[in-house]
Structures are given as structure tokens and as C-alpha cells.
């Protein structure tokens, strides 16, 4: 819909504001009513992008496609997964350097854990597993990293190991708000400045308390159909990354 579309530019251009290079990869069309998703047929890491595989019927296919589009950047492609693995990078968050946390759920199962820590290994990456509860699908939607040091962390949907597992990192938890379900699928800008969309304000305050910067944008529309701002993004070169 033009709603929809106009929603996505001012992503873009809210994006484009804070002086990062966007790279809109070109609409598939046709079934692919997911796409816009770009956060998860892959993931990116130091050196280059794994491609992921996933799991439901109506999203294959856009692996292949996301490959084409990051490759002709010049990103290597470091490994693909394989067989009867599965993940979503809506799954994967990179908690600092050298270590990111992947949340097994109905999406992501432990042998596409097992095969995106064999890669991250060779790169002296740490993957820390986080088997997720009941039909939730993704880690991004329970934890966001808003700084080096501070997270926006969904307590109840998370195991307490993991929840001590980020304090002993020295990660500070800020708990949104519970009536505010998209103030978690948030991105971070740089530390202590995220962009998330508009109707959380609640949390917003709790953030500013705790010293993050706030942008907003309308994604609404974009909601409905399954995912926010941080799964419509995926970070090709960052640093930190």
C-alpha cells in the first residue's frame, strides 16, 4: 500500500539523517509479502555476511536473492546454511565485540545454531545460545542492545542464566514498558542513540533516564504485517560491529 511504502521511505530517510549509507535492496514481489524483512536471511559479522536459512515456506528464496544483493556490494559471503538447519537473523544480537547471542525457537533450531557457531569459531567468536520459550520466534524480540553497556531487556521472555549471563558482561538491563510490545525491535544508531518507531513513549522516558537518545518514525502499517524497525534493517559495516 502507499502507506506502507511511505512508512518505509521515512525509515529510510530518518536513517539517511543520522548519516548512514542505506542500501535498498530491490522488491521481490510476488508471494515474497515478507521481504521487507531484511533482517532475516542473514546475519553480518566482521569480515562478511553468513547466509542464513529459514524456516517457514513462504520466506525461501529470499536467501538467494539477499545473497545476490550483498555480494555485488563486494561483501564476502563467509558460509551458507545447509541442510536441515534454521535461522532467522531476527534471532541473532550482537551483544560487543567478539560475542553475539542466538535464540533457538520454532524458527531457529540447534542444528542452525550448531552450524552459525562453527563459523563464528574460525572468526574467534563467541555464540551464546538462548533457547527460547513457547511459540516465540526471535531474540529481538525479547533484547535489544541501546548501548555498549545497556540493553533493552524483555525479563519474562528470557531465561534467568541469560539474564545473569548479561549483568556478569556488565550489560545494564532497561525494561520497557509491557504494554509497549514494538519498543524492543528498536536499532542502534551508535551508543546511546537508537531509532525505533513511534507509539512507545513509555519507554522512551525510560530510556532517556538512563541517558539514550531517542528517534522515532510511524511504522505501524509495517507492524501488521509481523515486524518492526530493527527487522527491516540489517547492518552491512559498522563499527563497533
Known amino acids: 500500500s502507499e502507506l506502507v511504502r511511505a512508512q518505509h521511505d521515512g525509515l529510510i530517510a530518518a536513517l539517511r539523517a543520522e548519516g548512514v549509507e542505506v542500501i535498498a535492496a530491490e522488491p521481490l514481489g510476488g508471494r515474497y509479502t515478507k ?9 553480518t559479522v566482521p569480515g562478511g555476511a553468513i547466509v542464513l536459512r529459514m524456516a517457514v515456506r513462504m520466506r525461501r528464496g529470499e536467501e538467494a536473492d539477499i545473497t545476490r544483493t550483498v555480494a555485488a556490494l563486494g561483501l564476502p559471503i563467509l558460509a551458507t546454511l545447509t541442510g536441515t538447519a534454521t535461522a532467522e537473523g531476527g534471532s541473532f544480537v550482537k551483544l560487543g565485540p567478539g560475542v553475539a547471542a542466538f535464540g533457538t525457537s520454532i524458527r531457529c533450531n540447534g542444528e542452525g545454531a550448531s552450524q552459525l557457531r562453527s563459523v563464528l569459531e574460525r572468526l574467534g567468536m563467541e555464540l551464546i545460545v538462548v ?6 520466534i526471535h531474540l529481538d524480540l525479547h533484547l535489544a542492545m541501546v548501548d555498549v553497556d545497556k540493553a533493552l531487556v ?15 558482561r556488565g550489560i545494564e538491563a532497561i525494561h520497557p514498558d509491557p504494554s509497549e ?4 525491535n528498536a536499532l542502534c544508531l551508535s551508543p546511546g542513540r537508537i531509532l525505533m518507531a513511534e507509539g512507545s513513549p513509555r519507554t522512551g522516558e525510560r530510556l532517556a533516564r538512563r541517558g539514550v537518545e531517542v528517534v522515532t518514525v510511524p511504522y505501524d502499517e509495517i507492524h501488521k504485517n509481523g515486524g518492526g524497525v530493527h527487522c527491516s534493517t540489517m547492518e552491512l559495516v559498522r563499527d563497533p560491529a
Do not use: C
Not at 131 to 136: A, D, E, I, K, M
Not at 154 to 168: V, Y
Open 35 to 43: 521481504s521487507v524483512y531484511v533482517r532475516d536471511p542473514l546475519v
Open 181 to 184: 510490545a514494538w519498543a524492543l
Open 154 to 168: 524483555d525479563a519474562p521472555g528470557l531465561p534467568f542464566w541469560f539474564l545473569e549471563d548479561l549483568q556478569a
Open 131 to 136: 533457547p527460547l520459550s513457547g511459540y516465540t
